[in-house]
Structure formats: structure tokens, C-alpha cells
């Protein structure tokens, strides 16, 4: 065997740089998982270099959208990022729905490598229910049978003050993704609130997500607990190598997942064609681990695991090479071995390591006979996710190993000290940080600091992401890792043991890197700044070269004027822009009037991300979390009483009822309003994108009804009909008798529509009340005055059925040839009732569905920009520490501004709340977290406890 030691200077070869100075990485800090309706996401941004993980000075503006369960992006800011780092807060008031959502961050520049490199992060938004329970259970047991499988639970209930839910009636539902019934029964609670139920899944049942829903009758379900036989895990046999060669040494990686998306700890035993035990396996941690065996030419292999499932391997190639990389994580070396069969033996092939995305070693090597073994020094690696490449002389890729390499670079030292480890409520508590580099130097870097009462937020140094885990190791993994911080001692050392293992078992199963790219092409500019841009075309749609433009910004707080001149290609910037939070931008040419006949402006849109492809796992609904999210309801409730009580109103009331768009049009019960605040977030796009995300339930279904209209949109199940200021939109656009084709004209009608000319959007049910179609319509072929439909009715007769049909038959004249028309009034005069829901567009050109554009001029409107609000925190001086009002924060601090000194020191301190009132009385304690970055590329976190009492 050969050995080779390779010593290289990591930071001076040029195609690191070349190639890892490309990449972005962005972190965020928040200061809690899970919120109600009323909270406020803290947040802190870390953008650093990829390789390096120095603070990103070629971006300066981030991106970050709270994103739903039905994929859209709810809310979406942009902020300014200074040496790195950047800070906002997205207010969480009632116009969210409570769910699972995800909190996800990115720069224009990142887009170039697709979306893997975004940061993403699940969080949970409660709601307000005061009747909610809180529902645990035991892992089911579960017995094969002839009809399928016997299923038996045991379920606690407890009220929300955690007293057991005593001799209670419970309906239970057991239901398919969609919400179908499968079984249905009725139960009771004992005395402790325990009860078991038990039921029979047919195998076809049991092979899909299956949810028990529990709750008072099927009106009233008070949770949705997704049930897990553990007879369908989903376990990945994954060869080191790639392949299983025969007659070698081979290593299989295996990751078992149950059906909640979760690592499943299993046990088994391999199994070949003969019948013959070669080996047994057991996870390691999180349903992972690894086994080794030799297997033969001409067998096959099967795992067989403890619940009767079966698993067949790859299938043993004759001849192939492998990758072997062993390593003791104390060990200052990686030991990679090469092995190949006589068919691959004697041969030249190219070894590559690969870091964070920049290559750090290449050579071409030999292969004979016998097995090559090669060291590499752990400090020629930075610490992360490192790959080993294997190709044969033509470049193709044979196979791949990736390690995780931890020489402790890149750690900050973080100490916090507290003059006392327990408080009393509302005392005053100092806190002293400490920041060190790995030689125990001072370190002058930006920290995040957040406190949360423990009984109200569940945060778990272990379980949660931290900026070391995300920065070193998830971001370079695919899939979920599940408790990041397990693989992170607190002291900074190496992980042993099991620890190690067990993260060498996620590198063989999860650790495929993620960086597939072209680097000859970029297709979206990094952002130093905001700027303006577009291109100017005249009326033979060729470049208007020199062009004058000034640009008008209009924005609640900015008002600014700014003159260019466009470039020979009539392309042009606006650069050095005051900062504004949400603004309208104008481009106009400054040529005379006449002469701006044909000038088209177009400018430069901001390329939005797909959030198609996000999936959020229903398996995000940990039982503690209800537990602490309940508190905090609970404890808010009871400070709204006293606020109540003592001041006469409730505090903060935000009333967001379904108020009428002033100049919009009134068609009936309003059932949904989106208003100009809600629409210019999202002002860039087109009309289509913006029903598609703003009204909830929309769609596109080809329908042919056969006593109601014909329409191509739906909300929910009932069919949709679409009016732009008043009329209906099929007037705008030529109508074919072509369904397909008439679809295909009304879709590219909106995609044509620019967005920023819409006003609002609302949504009726007009089975309250007529639509005025034939006042409308004849307000189009007279003076286009439309009459004011608020005001009072003259004539009652109109809302009869014969004032209804009176007001059709005058639409049908006035659209002659439509037999539509015939099918309408035929319905309504056999006594139906459309279920039909109208979609009102107002415009602010007021023009209907007749689109019209003034020459020589542009509308923009920027994603709005957040400059962070200041958390608030109550100062308990001697004016108000008898304050009779309850203090029940669960965040108790934030601070996104720690800054420590030349001496590597800083100094925050903050007060206690009271007890909570979901605690009775008991004491409780305050998680303290804070992580950050220096200027040199090292990262660090910290948590400590401290007690109040």
C-alpha cells in the first residue's frame, strides 16, 4: 500500500478564491420558533463568504418572506446589509391564518445557484381558540391481522392549566390527508384524562398519511394528530461508494424515516438470497447509521427489519472501485482509502477534495492491485462539510464520499455570567459577555441576544439551528437534519463516540453537496445598493439612445427627484437613492409631450424565487410546543382582563373587518377584501399572480356547468366570475367559442395586466343581491358615469326577480351573439339561484377591463424595505414596579445590536416579567441565547439558564 501525505496552504491556492468567493451564505437568528397572533418575528441576518465566512461586502440587500402552507409568500421586506449583518421584525397580526409556516431568506446574487442555498427555517403561528386541549399519546401498538393492522393508542387529555381532561366524551375521527372519514367512534376520558382507542387499517389505509381528529363532535375538532402504524418506514440502503461492488470491502449508510417525515430508530439484519444472516444493523441516532460486509458476485441482499418490513439493496456490481474514508474526529488526519477490482486496477484516475465549493486539492493518481491509502491533514480543510471526488481519466465521476471535517476554526468562545442565578420578578438582571477566539484573544464582533421564559417558549440548544450548525453543516447537507446541535459539543471539542459516528452516518446518507452550478453564467446581479434600472424603446421598438429621464419617488416619509440621460442602447440607471420603507417610483421622460408618443420605459422588475417547490412537513406540531404556545395565550388573555379591568378597553385592538375599497363597486356580501397596502408588496407582478396569491382559494379549472355559466375560475369548489371596475372582463378581450381558446385569452388578458394599476380586490357572493350588470353596461355606451350603489334603493322592485331578469335581458342586448346570456336568464327564471362568486377588480384608471398606458411613462414599485423596530421591554424603576398591571412576555428580550469591545466584552441587561399566570406561581426559567460573528470569519453561539422565583 501507498501512503501519501499532502500538505497544502489552504488560503493561498488561487482557484479557491476564484470559485468560493462566488457564494453567499445568510443565516438568521430569531428570537423564538413558535408565535401567536399579536406576536412580533425579531430577527437578526448574517451574510458571510461561503468559504471563508467572512461578512459579504458584495451584497447589500437581503431578502426574507414568512412563507405559508399553501406555498405563498404572505409577507416578503428587503433590508440593508452593513459589514454583514442586517436586522428586521415581521409583525404577526390577525390577518394570519395560525399554522405551520417558513421563514425564508436570500439575496438577488444567491438566486444564481437556485434556491439551495436559501436559508429556510419552519415556524408555527398559534391561534386564538381558548376551548383548545392538549392531546400527548404513547407509540402506538400495533398487530398484524388478516384485515390489516390492529391499531391501539393511548391518549392523555389535559385542559389548558394542564389539568387533566376529566370523564369527558370524545369524538374521534380517523381521516385521510384530504379530511375523508375512514372510521368514526365516540369515547370517554377516566379520571386522569386517559383513554385508549383502537381501530383496523387496511394495509392500502395504512400505506398513506392517516390523522386521528379529535375534538367535541366533527363541527368542533380541537386537534389533528397525524397517526403512525411504523409499518410503513421508509428506509435508504445508501453504498458509500455509490455502488456495491462484489468481493471488496463495501460500507452502507442507511436512514430510516416513519411516515411523520422523522428518523425512525430500527433494527434489523441483511439477509441473502439463500436465506443466510450476514450481518445485523441498528440505528445509531435519528434512524442513521452504518454496517460493513463483503458481498458476493451472483448474490442478492435484503434488510429485514424487526416490523416485517423488507428492503432489497443494490444489487452487487462484478467489478468497480470504492471510496473509504475512516476517521477518529480526535484524530488530527483523514484516512481515505482506494480499492478496485482487476477490471479497474492499474489505471490513472483524478482524486479531488472538494470544501464549501472550491476545490482544494487535485491530483492524478494510479490505482493498482492493492488498496491506496491516503492522509490529509484536518487543517487543510476549513471546518464543515468536505467532498472527496473520484473520476476516471475522461472526467466521468465514479464515485463521491463526503466528511465533515471539525479542527475548531472558525469558533468563537462565547461566555455569559450573571451576578445570580436566580431572580425575583421584575428585579433588574446584568449580563456580562465574554468573547474569545480560539487562542483566547478578545474578539471586537456583532452579536444577537434573546431571553424567552421557558414555560412559554421551548428552545432547545440541541434540537434548534444555531449560526455554527447552519453555517458548517446544514447548509451544505440536503434534507432536514433533525437536532443540528446534537453535533456540536458545547465546549468547542471534536465529537467522539457515538456523537461521531453518528455524524459520520449522516454524511453517508445526507451529505450530498449541494453545489451544482454553471459558473460561465450569471444571471442575476449582486446588489451592493438599490438601484434603478431599465431600457428605453421608441415606436419601431429600437433603443432610444440619449434619452432624458427623471425618476419621482413618492413614498410616506421620501420625496425625491433624480435626472439621468439612458446610454447609446437607451439603457439607463439611477443610482444613490435616499432609504424609504415602502415607496412609488416614477419614470418619466423629460422629452416634450408630443414627442413621447411611441417611448416605451420599461423598467427593471425584481426576480422573485418560486416557492412551489416548498413542502412543510405536518409532522411540525411537537406536543411541548402546544404546551408553551397555550400558555402564552392563555397568560395573555388573563393581561387583557386586568387591562380591561383597570383602563376600561382592551390594549392594541386592531379591528380588521371587511371594510369597502372607497370608489369600488358594491355587488353584494363582502367576503374578502385585499387592499392597496396588501397588493404593493407584490405591485411587480400581473394581475394573475396577484389573485392567485391574495385571494384565498382562487384557481383555474376548465368548467362546463350545465345550469350556470361557463367560467374558467374557481375560489374553493363554487366557479368565479371576474369584473374590472364594474364590467364584465371578457369585454377586454376578443372571445372565440374555442373553450380552449377562450381560457387561453382570458389567462394571457391578466398575465397582460400590469399590477401596479390595481386598486384592490374583492370578493361577493351576489346571492345577497343583483348585480347592476345593465346600469353598468350602459354607463359604457353613455357618459361612463356609474351610479353610486350605495345609495338607497327608489325603486324595491328591482331586487325582485322580474327587476333581475329586466336587467339581464338589457345586458343580453347589449352583447348580441352571446348565448350565455340565454343559458342565465333561462336558470334565474326556473326559480335557481347562481352559486357563482364574483372577483371585482377597481383599478386606479378607473377604465375597466380596457387597458390604457400614457406615454413616456413608468410605474415601480420597490419591494418596501424594514429598518427594524426597537423591542420593547418595560424599565421597572420605582414609578412602576408595583405596576398592578401582569407582566406575561415570553420574549423577554431582544437585542440585535450587541457589539463587544477592543477587550472582547459587552454589557446588556433587562428585567424580569411576572409569573406566569399559566405557571401558578411556580418558579420558571429564562433561556439566555446569543450567537453572532466577528470580522474574521469565526462564529459562535451560547445558552445558559438562569432561574426566577
Same mark, same amino acid.
Given at each position: 500500500?501507498?501512503?501519501?501525505?499532502?500538505?497544502?496552504?489552504?488560503?493561498?491556492?488561487?482557484?479557491?478564491?476564484?470559485?468560493?468567493?462566488?457564494?453567499?451564505?445568510?443565516?438568521?437568528?430569531?428570537?423564538?420558533?413558535?408565535?401567536?397572533?399579536?406576536?412580533?418575528?425579531?430577527?437578526?441576518?448574517?451574510?458571510?463568504?461561503?468559504?471563508?465566512?467572512?461578512?459579504?461586502?458584495?451584497?447589500?440587500?437581503?431578502?426574507?418572506?414568512?412563507?405559508?402552507?399553501?406555498?405563498?409568500?404572505?409577507?416578503?421586506?428587503?433590508?440593508?446589509?452593513?459589514?454583514?449583518?442586517?436586522?428586521?421584525?415581521?409583525?404577526?397580526?390577525? *390577518?394570519?391564518?395560525?399554522?405551520?409556516?417558513?421563514?425564508?431568506?436570500?439575496?438577488?446574487?444567491?438566486?444564481?445557484?437556485?434556491?439551495?442555498?436559501?436559508?429556510?427555517?419552519?415556524?408555527?403561528?398559534?391561534?386564538?381558540?381558548?376551548?383548545?386541549?392538549?392531546?400527548?399519546?404513547?407509540?402506538?401498538?400495533?398487530?398484524?391481522?388478516?384485515?390489516?393492522? +390492529?391499531?391501539?393508542?393511548?391518549?392523555?387529555?389535559?385542559?389548558?392549566?394542564?389539568?387533566?381532561?376529566?370523564?369527558?366524551?370524545?369524538?374521534?375521527?380517523?381521516?385521510?390527508?384530504?379530511?375523508?372519514?375512514?372510521?368514526?367512534?365516540?369515547?370517554?376520558?377516566?379520571?386522569?384524562?386517559?383513554?385508549?382507542?383502537?381501530?383496523?387499517?387496511?394495509?392500502?389505509?395504512?400505506?398513506?398519511?392517516?390523522? *386521528?381528529?379529535?375534538?367535541?363532535?366533527?363541527?368542533?375538532?380541537?386537534?389533528?394528530?397525524?397517526?403512525?402504524?411504523?409499518?410503513?418506514?421508509?428506509?435508504?440502503?445508501?453504498?458509500?461508494?455509490?455502488?456495491?461492488?462484489?468481493?471488496?470491502?463495501?460500507?452502507?449508510?442507511?436512514?430510516?424515516?416513519?411516515?411523520?417525515?422523522?428518523?425512525?430508530?430500527?433494527?434489523?439484519?441483511?439477509?441473502?438470497?439463500?436465506?443466510?444472516?450476514?450481518?445485523?444493523?441498528?440505528?445509531?441516532?435519528?434512524?442513521?447509521?452504518?454496517?460493513?460486509?463483503?458481498?458476493?458476485?451472483?448474490?442478492?441482499?435484503?434488510?429485514?427489519?424487526?416490523?416485517?418490513?423488507?428492503? *432489497?439493496?443494490?444489487?452487487?456490481?462484478?467489478?468497480?472501485?470504492?471510496?473509504?474514508?475512516?476517521?477518529?474526529?480526535?484524530?488530527?488526519?483523514?484516512?481515505?482509502?482506494?480499492?478496485?477490482?482487476?477490471?479497474?486496477?492499474?489505471?490513472?484516475?483524478?482524486?479531488?477534495? +472538494?470544501?464549501?465549493?472550491?476545490?482544494?486539492?487535485?491530483?492524478?493518481?494510479?490505482?493498482?492491485?492493492?488498496?491506496?491509502?491516503?492522509?490529509?491533514?484536518?487543517?487543510?480543510?476549513?471546518?464543515?462539510?468536505?467532498?472527496?471526488?473520484?473520476?476516471?481519466?475522461?472526467?466521468?465521476?465514479?464515485?463521491?464520499?463526503?466528511?465533515?471535517?471539525?479542527?475548531?476554526?472558525?469558533?468563537?468562545?462565547?461566555? #455569559?455570567?450573571?451576578?445570580?442565578?436566580?431572580?425575583?420578578?421584575?428585579?433588574?438582571?446584568?449580563?456580562?459577555?465574554?468573547?474569545?477566539?480560539?487562542?483566547?484573544?478578545?474578539?471586537?464582533?456583532?452579536?444577537?441576544?434573546?431571553?424567552?421564559?421557558?414555560?412559554?417558549?421551548?428552545?432547545?440548544?440541541?434540537?434548534?439551528?444555531?449560526?455554527?450548525?447552519?453555517?458548517?453543516?446544514?447548509?451544505?447537507?440536503?434534507?432536514?437534519?433533525?437536532?443540528?446541535?446534537?453535533?456540536?459539543?458545547?465546549?468547542?471539542?471534536?465529537?467522539?463516540?457515538?456523537?461521531?459516528?453518528?455524524?459520520?452516518?449522516?454524511?453517508?446518507?445526507?451529505?450530498?453537496?449541494?453545489?451544482?452550478?454553471?459558473?460561465?453564467?450569471?444571471?442575476?446581479?449582486?446588489?451592493?445598493?438599490?438601484?434603478?434600472?431599465?431600457?428605453?424603446?421608441?415606436?419601431?421598438?429600437?433603443?432610444?439612445?440619449? *434619452?432624458?429621464?427623471?425618476?419621482?419617488?413618492?413614498?410616506?416619509?421620501?420625496?425625491?427627484?433624480?435626472?439621468?440621460?439612458?446610454?447609446?442602447?437607451?439603457?439607463?440607471?439611477?443610482?444613490?437613492?435616499?432609504?424609504?420603507?415602502?415607496?412609488?417610483?416614477?419614470?418619466?421622460?423629460?422629452?416634450?409631450?408630443?414627442?413621447?408618443?411611441?417611448?416605451?420605459?420599461?423598467?427593471?422588475?425584481?426576480?422573485?424565487?418560486?416557492?412551489?417547490?416548498?413542502?412543510?412537513?405536518?409532522?411540525?406540531?411537537?406536543?411541548?410546543?402546544?404546551?408553551?404556545?397555550?400558555?402564552?395565550?392563555?397568560?395573555?388573555?388573563?393581561?387583557?382582563?386586568?387591562?380591561?379591568?383597570?383602563?376600561?378597553?382592551?390594549?392594541?385592538?386592531?379591528?380588521?373587518?371587511?371594510?369597502?375599497?372607497?370608489?369600488?363597486?358594491?355587488?353584494?356580501?363582502?367576503?374578502?377584501?385585499?387592499?392597496?397596502?396588501?397588493?404593493?408588496?407584490?405591485?411587480?407582478?400581473?394581475?394573475?399572480?396577484?389573485?392567485?396569491?391574495?385571494?384565498?382559494?382562487?384557481?383555474?379549472?376548465? #368548467?362546463?356547468?350545465?345550469?350556470?355559466?361557463?367560467?374558467?375560475?374557481?375560489?374553493?369548489?363554487?366557479?368565479?366570475?371576474?369584473?374590472?371596475?364594474?364590467?364584465?372582463?371578457?369585454?377586454?378581450?376578443?372571445?372565440?367559442?374555442?373553450?380552449?381558446?377562450?381560457?387561453?385569452?382570458?389567462?394571457?388578458?391578466?398575465?397582460?395586466?400590469?399590477?401596479?394599476?390595481?386598486?384592490?380586490?374583492?370578493?361577493?357572493?351576489?346571492?345577497?343581491?343583483?348585480?347592476?350588470?345593465?346600469?353598468?353596461?350602459?354607463?359604457?355606451?353613455?357618459?361612463?358615469?356609474?351610479? +353610486?350603489?350605495?345609495?338607497?334603493?327608489?325603486?324595491?322592485?328591482?331586487?325582485?326577480?322580474?327587476?333581475?331578469?329586466?336587467?339581464?335581458?338589457?345586458?343580453?342586448?347589449?352583447?348580441?351573439?352571446?348565448?350565455?346570456?340565454?343559458?342565465?336568464?333561462?336558470?334565474?327564471?326556473?326559480?335557481?339561484?347562481?352559486?357563482?362568486?364574483?372577483?371585482?377588480?377597481?383599478?386606479?384608471?378607473?377604465?375597466?377591463?380596457?387597458?390604457?398606458?400614457?406615454?413616456?411613462?413608468?410605474?415601480?414599485?420597490?419591494?418596501?424595505?424594514?429598518?427594524?423596530?426597537?423591542?420593547?421591554?418595560?424599565?421597572?424603576?420605582?414609578?412602576?414596579?408595583?405596576?398592578?398591571?401582569?407582566?406575561?412576555?415570553?420574549?423577554?428580550?431582544?437585542?440585535?445590536?450587541?457589539?463587544?469591545?477592543?477587550?472582547?466584552?459587552?454589557?446588556?441587561?433587562?428585567?424580569?416579567? +411576572?409569573?406566569?399566570?399559566?405557571?401558578?406561581?411556580?418558579?420558571?426559567?429564562?433561556?439566555?441565547?446569543?450567537?453572532?460573528?466577528?470580522?474574521?470569519?469565526?462564529?459562535?453561539?451560547?445558552?445558559?439558564?438562569?432561574?426566577?422565583?
Amino acid at each position: 500500500m501507498r501512503y501519501c501525505c499532502l500538505l497544502m496552504l489552504l488560503f493561498i491556492c488561487g482557484n479557491v478564491f476564484s470559485q468560493s468567493s462566488l457564494r453567499e451564505k445568510l443565516y438568521l437568528h430569531t428570537d423564538k420558533n413558535d408565535y401567536v397572533l399579536g406576536d412580533t418575528i425579531w430577527f437578526k441576518t448574517y451574510l458571510v463568504d461561503a468559504f471563508t465566512l467572512l461578512p459579504v461586502i458584495r451584497s447589500g440587500i437581503e431578502y426574507v418572506e414568512l412563507i405559508d402552507e399553501n406555498k405563498k409568500a404572505v409577507q416578503r421586506i428587503a433590508l440593508h446589509s452593513f459589514a454583514g449583518t442586517g436586522f428586521g421584525d415581521i409583525a404577526i397580526d390577525t *390577518a394570519f391564518a395560525p399554522g405551520n409556516y417558513i421563514l425564508r431568506a436570500y439575496t438577488n446574487w444567491m438566486q444564481n445557484f437556485g434556491d439551495s442555498l436559501f436559508f429556510q427555517k419552519q415556524l408555527t403561528i398559534g391561534g386564538a381558540r381558548t376551548d383548545d386541549w392538549l392531546v400527548t399519546s404513547a407509540p402506538p401498538v400495533v398487530k398484524e391481522s388478516d384485515k390489516g393492522y +390492529d391499531i391501539s393508542v393511548v391518549y392523555q387529555f389535559k385542559e389548558k392549566n394542564l389539568e387533566p381532561l376529566h370523564n369527558r366524551p370524545v369524538s374521534f375521527f380517523i381521516t385521510d390527508e384530504a379530511g375523508r372519514t375512514m372510521q368514526a367512534g365516540k369515547l370517554q376520558t377516566d379520571y386522569q384524562g386517559k383513554l385508549e382507542a383502537t381501530f383496523t387499517l387496511t394495509k392500502q389505509q395504512a400505506g398513506s398519511p392517516v390523522f *386521528a381528529r379529535i375534538g367535541s363532535s366533527k363541527k368542533d375538532i380541537k386537534k389533528i394528530i397525524p397517526l403512525f402504524s411504523g409499518k410503513n418506514i421508509d428506509l435508504q440502503l445508501l453504498p458509500e461508494s455509490g455502488h456495491l461492488v462484489a468481493g471488496l470491502p463495501n460500507t452502507v449508510g442507511f436512514k430510516a424515516i416513519a411516515e411523520d417525515g422523522l428518523g425512525y430508530d430500527i433494527k434489523g439484519v441483511i439477509k441473502d438470497n439463500t436465506g443466510g444472516e450476514i450481518i445485523s444493523f441498528q440505528s445509531l441516532y435519528k434512524g442513521m447509521g452504518s454496517f460493513n460486509f463483503i458481498p458476493e458476485a451472483g448474490k442478492t441482499y435484503t434488510a429485514f427489519l424487526q416490523n416485517g418490513q423488507q428492503v *432489497a439493496l443494490p444489487k452487487p456490481e462484478p467489478e468497480g472501485i470504492l471510496l473509504h474514508v475512516s476517521q477518529n474526529y480526535i484524530d488530527t488526519a483523514i484516512r481515505l482509502q482506494i480499492q478496485a477490482t482487476t477490471a479497474f486496477a492499474n489505471k490513472e484516475y483524478i482524486l479531488q477534495a +472538494d470544501a464549501k465549493g472550491a476545490t482544494v486539492y487535485k491530483e492524478k493518481i494510479v490505482v493498482k492491485s492493492e488498496a491506496v491509502v491516503l492522509r490529509f491533514p484536518k487543517s487543510t480543510f476549513p471546518t464543515g462539510v468536505a467532498r472527496f471526488i473520484l473520476q476516471n481519466d475522461k472526467g466521468q465521476l465514479l464515485s463521491e464520499r463526503a466528511i465533515f471535517v471539525n479542527n475548531n476554526s472558525h469558533r468563537l468562545n462565547i461566555q #455569559l455570567q450573571t451576578p445570580l442565578q436566580s431572580y425575583h420578578p421584575r428585579d433588574s438582571i446584568p449580563v456580562n459577555i465574554t468573547v474569545k477566539d480560539k487562542e483566547g484573544k478578545p474578539v471586537l464582533g456583532s452579536f444577537s441576544f434573546a431571553v424567552t421564559d421557558d414555560s412559554q417558549v421551548k428552545k432547545d440548544s440541541k434540537a434548534d439551528q444555531n449560526i455554527l450548525s447552519y453555517l458548517l453543516l446544514q447548509s451544505d447537507l440536503k434534507g432536514t437534519i433533525e437536532t443540528p446541535g446534537y453535533y456540536f459539543s458545547s465546549a468547542g471539542a471534536p465529537p467522539s463516540g457515538d456523537r461521531g459516528a453518528a455524524l459520520d452516518a449522516l454524511m453517508l446518507t445526507q451529505g450530498f453537496v449541494r453545489y451544482d452550478w454553471d459558473t460561465a453564467t450569471f444571471k442575476y446581479e449582486a446588489e451592493p445598493e438599490f438601484v434603478v434600472k431599465g431600457k428605453v424603446n421608441n415606436m419601431l421598438n429600437k433603443s432610444a439612445k440619449n *434619452a432624458k429621464l427623471t425618476l419621482l419617488g413618492n413614498g410616506p416619509k421620501v420625496h425625491f427627484l433624480r435626472d439621468t440621460t439612458c446610454n447609446t442602447s437607451g439603457e439607463f440607471t439611477f443610482t444613490d437613492l435616499p432609504a424609504f420603507d415602502t415607496i412609488t417610483l416614477i419614470a418619466l421622460s423629460r422629452s416634450k409631450i408630443g414627442s413621447r408618443f411611441g417611448l416605451d420605459i420599461k423598467l427593471q422588475q425584481a426576480a422573485l424565487p418560486n416557492t412551489s417547490n416548498l413542502a412543510l412537513p405536518y409532522h411540525y406540531n411537537r406536543v411541548g410546543m402546544d404546551t408553551a404556545l397555550l400558555n402564552t395565550l392563555q397568560n395573555s388573555q388573563t393581561y387583557d382582563q386586568a387591562f380591561l379591568k383597570k383602563n376600561g378597553f382592551l390594549p392594541n385592538v386592531i379591528v380588521k373587518g371587511k371594510t369597502r375599497i372607497q370608489g369600488a363597486f358594491d355587488y353584494g356580501e363582502l367576503m374578502q377584501t385585499v387592499g392597496p397596502d396588501e397588493i404593493k408588496p407584490g405591485i411587480n407582478k400581473n394581475l394573475l399572480d396577484l389573485l392567485t396569491e391574495k385571494v384565498k382559494g382562487f384557481g383555474i379549472r376548465a #368548467l362546463n356547468l350545465k345550469r350556470a355559466l361557463e367560467t374558467n375560475f374557481v375560489i374553493g369548489n363554487r366557479p368565479a366570475m371576474i369584473y374590472i371596475d364594474g364590467l364584465y372582463m371578457d369585454r377586454g378581450l376578443f372571445v372565440r367559442e374555442d373553450k380552449q381558446q377562450l381560457l387561453e385569452n382570458r389567462l394571457s388578458f391578466l398575465r397582460a395586466y400590469n399590477g401596479y394599476d390595481i386598486k384592490s380586490i374583492e370578493v361577493f357572493n351576489p346571492r345577497t343581491s343583483y348585480r347592476k350588470y345593465g346600469e353598468f353596461e350602459r354607463a359604457l355606451s353613455e357618459d361612463r358615469k356609474v351610479p +353610486d350603489h350605495n345609495a338607497p334603493e327608489d325603486n324595491k322592485a328591482q331586487n325582485s326577480l322580474q327587476g333581475i331578469l329586466g336587467e339581464l335581458s338589457r345586458v343580453k342586448q347589449a352583447l348580441p351573439g352571446d348565448s350565455r346570456m340565454d343559458r342565465i336568464l333561462q336558470n334565474i327564471s326556473q326559480g335557481m339561484v347562481l352559486d357563482i362568486l364574483d372577483i371585482e377588480v377597481t383599478t386606479y384608471s378607473g377604465t375597466g377591463p380596457f387597458k390604457k398606458t400614457t406615454p413616456g411613462q413608468s410605474y415601480l414599485y420597490p419591494q418596501p424595505f424594514s429598518y427594524g423596530k426597537t423591542f420593547y421591554a418595560p424599565r421597572y424603576n420605582a414609578n412602576y414596579i408595583n405596576d398592578s398591571l401582569p407582566d406575561y412576555r415570553s420574549t423577554i428580550y431582544w437585542n440585535p445590536l450587541v457589539v463587544t469591545n477592543a477587550n472582547g466584552e459587552a454589557n446588556v441587561s433587562f428585567y424580569a416579567a +411576572d409569573l406566569p399566570s399559566s405557571n401558578s406561581g411556580k418558579p420558571v426559567t429564562y433561556t439566555l441565547w446569543i450567537e453572532g460573528m466577528d470580522l474574521e470569519g469565526n462564529v459562535g453561539v451560547k445558552t445558559e439558564k438562569i432561574e426566577v422565583k
